[in-house]
Antibody, heavy 121, light 109 residues
Framework: QVQLQESGPGLVKPSETLSLTCSVS????????WSWIRQPPGKGLEWIGY???????FYNPSFKSRLTISVDTSKNHFSLKLTSVTAADTAVYYC???????????????WGQGILVTVSS | EIVLTQSPGTLSLSPGERATLSCRAS???????LAWYQQKPGQAPRLLIY???SRATGIPDRFSGSGSGTDFTLAISRLEPEDFAVYYC??????????FGQGTKVEIK
């Protein structure tokens, strides 16, 4: 059973860079699409972006200028970097694996537990 | 961007009752690439339904999904105590971003 675990600082100062890593265990990261999703406190879910194990990222246009998603297959993990953060970036950040059906990968069948990142000075 | 609007915002029901949740898309969702998730407080979302009507592994058959185009429904035939939670729909359209609805809370009446 694949398991995902987010890690990184829980507090980031405004204008700095938010960096998170998602470690994957129980299965290889290779051959799958992996995503970041966030949820501001008390609010709904927002898709941030995804990356395939081969290294091709795709971003939500809302984040494109600030966002980098990368993958390290040797470490079986993928990462998120979000620059120039503000209080609006305060959220629980989830990593998730895409599930596939009929050759199309479009839903999230495995999720990490989430990590709360607060942007505050 | 496809906007998903879920209704009602809150559904107050008793255990054993039937729940019907709606998810309406601002544009047609191609090939029924629509999923439903359940989220309990302090937990990550859990996949319930994909492809509009296919149950995910381990999901009880009291959960069912239906719909196509712009109108989708999640039904819970007989609410169990563990079903009281927030439910989200999510679409995969022809272009990003791939969005979630704002959620429907199913609470105990």
């Amino acid at each position: 059973q694949v398991q995902l675990q987010e890690s990184g600082p829980g507090l980031v100062k405004p204008s700095e860079t938010l960096s998170l890593t998602c470690s994957v265990s129980g299965d290889s990261i290779s051959g799958f699409f992996w995503s970041w999703i966030r949820q501001p406190p008390g609010k709904g879910l927002e898709w941030i972006g995804y990356i395939h194990s081969t290294g091709s990222p795709f971003y939500n246009p809302s984040f494109k200028s600030r966002l980098t998603i990368s993958v390290d297959t040797s470490k079986n993990h993928f990462s998120l970097k979000l620059t120039s953060v503000t209080a609006a970036d305060t959220a629980v950040y989830y990593c998730a694996r895409y599930g596939c059906d009929g050759g199309k990968c479009y839903f999230f069948d495995h999720w990490g537990q989430g990590i709360l990142v607060t942007v505050s000075s | 961007e496809i906007v998903l609007t879920q209704s009602p915002g809150t559904l107050s029901l008793s255990p054993g009752e039937r729940a019907t949740l709606s998810c309406r898309a601002s544009q047609s969702v191609s090939s029924s690439y629509l999923a439903w998730y359940q989220q309990k407080p302090g937990q990550a979302p859990r996949l319930l339904i994909y492809g509009a009507s296919s149950r995910a592994t381990g999901i009880p058959d009291r959960f069912s999904g239906s719909g196509s185009g712009t109108d989708f429904t999640l039904a819970i035939s007989r609410l169990e105590p563990e079903d009281f939670a927030v439910y989200y729909c999510q679409q995969y359209g022809s272009s990003p971003p791939w969005t979630f609805g704002q959620g429907t809370k199913v609470e105990i009446k």
